[in-house]
Every structure is written in structure tokens, then in C-alpha cells.
């Protein structure tokens, strides 16, 4: 019976994670639907036009954790002061992350517009023909340029979406992104392939179609959270200054800095093992591209998971709630593994049909195919690391979380890819199946380390 109460919640528990996470789920599966289509789009235009597209994606996706990163520390902080209703708090804290947003940016921008071809030119096979490589190179370029004018309003979005989400509002983010997400649909069609008498631009219509999506997210989140000014009390006043209390600043640069550079190594490690997985053929960007597309769609509930995880613990942890906290957790790993077996399961039975509807070569739908095979199974396994991650990170534990995630990606993920790819001749089915094994080991040390409660903390209260 103690493990049964230890792993099962009761019906009123179960009713706060789906209010928070059911709106996160029905947005990022909208999210996930119109990219796989924004992608098949693409992938019918051609190969390499849809291989150019997941290389600078994979660049900004760099971009996109840093900026997540970056505000994550002053979001640990705002968790918990909206467990304990303090606006001030809160409002101190969406202005360390504007301040981050706007230094992101500018980082991201200045890196790259100066080392834009060398960054694209680490994806291109040896074994390329000149003509593909330099139409792949050509198709990249053309599709960053546009991509980097919407940085700005990703960043601005992310202040204001994740404060709103740290209090439990999930709807209003979830509205400002399904409106995004049908604007960039509908433009990704004019656009690409010139309908209703736009031009036909191909991969720079779908750059411009995000980037007008973006503006469109920031643009709803920001004046409808401004207009509910009564609902959301800490939005009033919000940017008249920019002042933070100083040891608040430093706090959340010390707590936030690991996270920082934790996302950045993190999504530097994805975008190498790409690289590695590339030197086996300019097919497999393609193929990976078509997986990751549709592996997305699968993930959202473990990826919302993690975010029911911070918001809930971290509410728990700031009211003092210790022993709601720590049941929480173990509620949450529960629920989370259980649907990514379900999820997991369905993914493995539509593998073989899925690659299908794109416009592609045979050998890149098969590689696709035997990808998804991997990722399914693996599933349960990715929920559980991800959801310690979260647990970790929601006591300000920013160091561990940073050793957890990062560290063990470059010291033991990155290595044992670059060695398996290099000097090895082994087909590139199996070695993503082996490097994607590692978080196997990952699971276990995060098991040992929210078993020992090291993650328990209340941050605001530290004096």
C-alpha cells in the first residue's frame, strides 16, 4: 500500500497536473503536427533543400536552449515565489529574464552572422559531390538569414510565456502559440509553393512564414497579459523600470549561470552528434530530420511532464510543502513513464508508414524508419531523465543539474559518438541506437539522486 501511494495520486492530484499540462500538450502537439507538415512541405520540395533546413534548425535550436537556459534560473525564483504569492518577487525576476533575452540575442546574432558558413559547412559529408554540397550550402544560408530576424521576438515571448506558466497559467501561452502555429501554417503553403499568387520561395518562404509566426505569438502574449493586468497581478508595472534588488540579481545569476551554460552544452552536444551521424552521408540530415519531426509530436507528454514537474514542485518547495513536494515527484515519474509506454508503443506501430509522405528517396524513408524503431522503445527511459532533470532543477540544484545533463553528454555521450563515427565503419542505424542507449545510464543516476532528496530546497527562504 506504501508503494501504491507512493506512485499513484489521488483523483484532486491528478486534476491539478492535467489542468496545467493538458493546455502544454494541446499546444505543443499543434506545434508538432503543423512542424511535421511545415517539414513534409519542405521535404517535397527536395532532399537537399529539406537537409539544409535541419542543419540551420539544428544551429538555432542551440540559440533556443540558452535562451531557455538563461531565463531558467530567475524561473526557479518565480516558481516559488508564486507558491508563496508574492508579485514583487515574480516581477523582479521577469526582468532578469528580459535582460538575459536581450544578451542572448545579441550573442546569437553577432555569432551567427560572422561564422554562418563555417557552422554549416561542419554538416556537409566528405563524400558529398560539389554540386549538392554547394546548393545544400546555398539553401542554408538563404534560410538563416531570414531565420535570425525572428530571435528577437522568440526571446521576448519566452519572458513573458514562462512567467505566465511559472504561475500555472498554461492557457494563454497555449492560445498565443496555436494562433502562431496557423499563421505559420498557412504562410508556409503560400509561401513555398507560391499560392493564391505569392511568390514561390521555397525554403525562404518557410523562413519567412516562422518568422511572421513569431511576431504573431509575442504580439497576443504580450497585450493580452497587459490587458489582464487584474488576473496577473505582477504584469502591471512590470517593465516602468528595469530595477532588481541586488542580491536577488546575483542569486539568479549564480543559480541561473550552470543552467545557462548547461543548455548551451547540451544543445551543442545534440548538434554535434548530428555532425557525427552526418559523416555517414548527406541522406542521413534528411533522415534525421524526417525522425526527430515526428519524434517531437510523440514527446510532448514527457516534455510537459518535465514542465508539470518545476511548476508543482517548485509551488511545493516555495510554500514549505516538503513532504507534498517529494510524494509529487514520484507521482509525476510515475504518470510520465506510464504514458510514454503507451506513446512509445503507438509511435513503433506507425514507424513503417510515416516516412512514406515524403517526397524523398527510398533509402532516407528506410533509414527514418528504423530510427523511430529506436526512439520508441527508448521512450519510458527519455521520460524518466528528463523528469529528473526537472526534479533537480526545481530546488535551485542548478550545479547537479548541470553535471547530470551536459556534463554527461560531452564526457560520455560525445566521446563515445565521435570515436563509434570516426574510427569505425559500423552502419548508422546501429550507432544511433547505442548512443541513444546511453541515457540508460543517465535514468540510473537520476534515480539515486531524487531518491536522496539532494533536490529539496526552498530558494526564497535561503537567506
Not at 14 to 20: G, T
Not at 224 to 235: G, N
Not at 247 to 267: C, D, H, R, Y
Request: proline share 3%.
Amino acid at each position: 500500500m506504501k508503494l501504491k501511494s507512493t506512485l499513484i495520486g489521488t483523483k484532486d492530484f491528478y486534476m491539478r497536473v492535467f489542468a496545467i499540462v493538458v493546455p502544454m500538450i494541446i499546444q505543443n502537439t499543434i506545434t508538432n503536427v503543423v512542424s511535421l507538415l511545415d517539414n513534409v512541405m519542405v521535404g517535397r520540395v527536395g532532399t537537399l533543400q529539406m537537409s539544409a533546413v535541419t542543419i540551420v534548425n539544428q544551429l538555432m535550436f542551440v540559440f533556443y536552449l540558452c535562451v531557455f537556459g538563461g531565463m531558467a534560473g530567475a524561473g526557479i525564483f518565480a516558481t516559488q515565489y508564486a507558491g508563496a504569492n508574492d508579485n514583487d518577487g515574480i516581477r523582479h525576476c521577469m526582468r532578469m529574464k528580459a535582460i538575459v533575452g536581450a544578451l542572448m540575442t545579441a550573442l546569437a546574432l553577432g555569432v551567427f552572422l560572422i561564422f554562418k558558413q563555417p557552422l554549416i559547412e561542419m554538416y556537409i559529408a566528405k563524400d558529398t559531390t560539389p554540386a549538392d554540397a554547394a546548393a545544400t550550402i546555398k539553401y542554408a544560408t538563404d534560410y538563416m538569414n531570414v531565420m535570425l530576424i525572428g530571435l528577437l521576438p522568440f526571446a521576448i515571448m519566452q519572458v513573458y510565456a514562462s512567467s505566465l506558466r511559472e504561475v500555472g497559467e498554461t492557457k494563454l501561452p497555449m492560445f498565443a502559440s496555436v494562433s502562431a502555429i496557423l499563421v505559420n501554417l498557412v504562410f508556409n503553403y503560400f509561401l513555398i509553393f507560391g499560392k493564391f499568387g505569392f511568390p514561390r520561395l521555397e525554403v525562404v518562404g518557410a523562413a519567412i512564414a516562422t518568422v511572421l509566426s513569431r511576431f504573431v505569438e509575442a504580439g497576443i502574449i504580450i497585450i493580452a497579459s497587459t490587458i489582464k493586468h487584474k488576473k496577473y497581478p505582477f504584469i502591471k508595472g512590470v517593465f516602468k523600470s528595469l530595477y532588481l534588488p541586488w542580491n536577488l540579481a546575483k542569486q539568479i545569476t549564480t543559480k541561473g549561470m550552470p543552467l545557462l551554460v548547461n543548455e548551451f552544452l547540451w544543445s551543442s552536444s545534440m548538434a554535434f552528434l548530428l555532425q557525427c551521424y552526418s559523416v555517414r552521408g548527406i541522406d542521413v540530415l534528411a533522415a534525421v530530420n524526417i525522425s526527430n519531426t515526428v519524434n517531437n509530436l510523440f514527446n510532448v507528454v514527457f516534455l510537459t511532464m518535465g514542465n508539470a514537474v518545476a511548476i508543482i514542485v517548485g509551488q511545493h518547495l516555495g510554500a514549505n510543502r516538503i513532504k507534498e513536494a517529494k510524494q509529487s515527484v514520484w507521482q509525476l515519474l510515475t504518470l510520465s513513464v506510464g504514458c510514454c509506454m503507451i506513446m512509445g508503443g503507438i509511435m513503433a506501430c506507425l514507424a513503417p508508414f510515416i516516412p512514406h509522405i515524403y517526397k524523398t528517396e527510398p533509402e532516407v524513408k528506410q533509414m527514418a524508419t528504423y530510427f523511430l524503431f529506436v526512439v520508441a522503445a527508448l521512450m519510458p527511459v527519455f521520460a524518466f531523465a528528463h523528469n529528473c532533470y526537472f526534479t533537480l532543477r526545481s530546488g535551485g540544484r542548478t550545479l547537479i543539474t548541470f553535471i547530470f545533463d551536459s556534463a554527461f553528454a560531452w564526457v560520455i555521450v560525445v566521446p563515445f559518438a565521435f570515436v563509434l563515427s570516426k574510427y569505425t565503419s559500423l552502419p548508422v542505424v546501429p550507432l544511433y541506437l547505442l548512443v541513444q542507449s546511453l541515457d540508460i545510464i543517465k535514468c540510473i543516476i537520476g534515480f539515486f539522486m531524487v531518491k536522496k532528496g539532494m533536490w529539496i530546497r526552498n530558494i526564497i527562504d535561503m537567506k
